[in-house]
T-cell receptor
Framework: DAMVIQNPRYQVTQFGKPVTLSCSQT?????MYWYQQKSSQAPKLLFH???????NEADTPDNFQSRRPNTSFCFLDIRSPGLGDAAMYLCATSNGKDRQYFGAGTRLSVL | KNQVEQSPQSLIILEGKNCTLQCNYTVSPFSNLRWYKQDTGRGPVSLTIMTFSENTKSNGRYTATLDADTKQSSLHITASQLSDSASYICVVSAKSGGYNKLIFGAGTRLAVHP
């Protein structure tokens, strides 16, 4: 059974048109992460939530925002997608002590 | 600076052969080291996880080793299968406040040919 679910699996948006990616978890983990992975590169951490505390990586562009309305859900908002934002976006969760559990990812295309 | 380096970048082997992937890291403070398998277009899936005191851990045909003194790890795949074709990512976890921060290697792309 899927424990970290990302929707949609594939998302196409237009240059500059806001888009929201969704992640939900059934593990009741207190930490949720968003990563960006471009082709043939390692995932790059954008930010994470430790409970309700939002932690932004220093080099994450302002164009990327996140919301966590409750333990189970976390959203990635891209306010004005550019061509360079086309990538796989991975959501992961952890209980802070152990491994991270990854979702299947959302592949974003920007036209 | 925390870094994880993997070699080779890519590898092609014939079905049934063995192979070994390498990972060197400079991460502090070290918490644990994981090997993930990532199929194209999918999220990473954990294969093994090792803490500082563990030298070897196996998961079926996958065997990971860790030398905490030299800060090196390897992933050995035995009797490769076509389904082993994927990227293998070495990930080192560093303690950062109340959670573990993951430092990812760039991965080794493995292709198993019939």
């Amino acid at each position: 059974d899927a424990m970290v679910i990302q929707n949609p699996r594939y998302q196409v948006t237009q240059f500059g048109k806001p888009v929201t990616l969704s992640c939900s978890q059934t593990l009741n983990h207190n930490v949720m992460y968003w990563y960006q992975q471009k082709s043939s590169q390692a995932p790059k951490l954008l930010f994470h939530y430790y409970d309700k505390d939002f932690n932004n990586e220093a080099d994450t562009p302002d164009n990327f925002q996140s919301r966590r309305p409750n333990t189970s859900f976390c959203f990635l908002d891209i306010r004005s997608p550019g061509l360079g934002d086309a990538a796989m976006y991975l959501c992961a969760t952890s209980n802070g002590k152990d491994r991270q559990y990854f979702g299947a990812g959302t592949r974003l295309s920007v036209l | 600076k925390n870094q994880v380096e993997q070699s080779p970048q890519s590898l092609i082997i014939l079905e049934g052969k063995n192979c070994t992937l390498q990972c060197n890291y400079t991460v502090s403070p070290f918490s644990n080291l994981r090997w993930y398998k990532q199929d194209t277009g999918r999220g990473p899936v954990s294969l093994t996880i090792m803490t500082f005191s563990e030298n070897t851990k196996s998961n079926g045909r996958y065997t990971a080793t860790l030398d905490a003194d030299t800060k090196q790890s390897s992933l050995h795949i035995t009797a490769s299968q076509l389904s082993d074709s994927a990227s293998y990512i070495c990930v080192v976890s560093a303690k950062s406040g109340g959670y573990n921060k993951l430092i990812f290697g760039a991965g080794t792309r493995l292709a198993v040919h019939p």
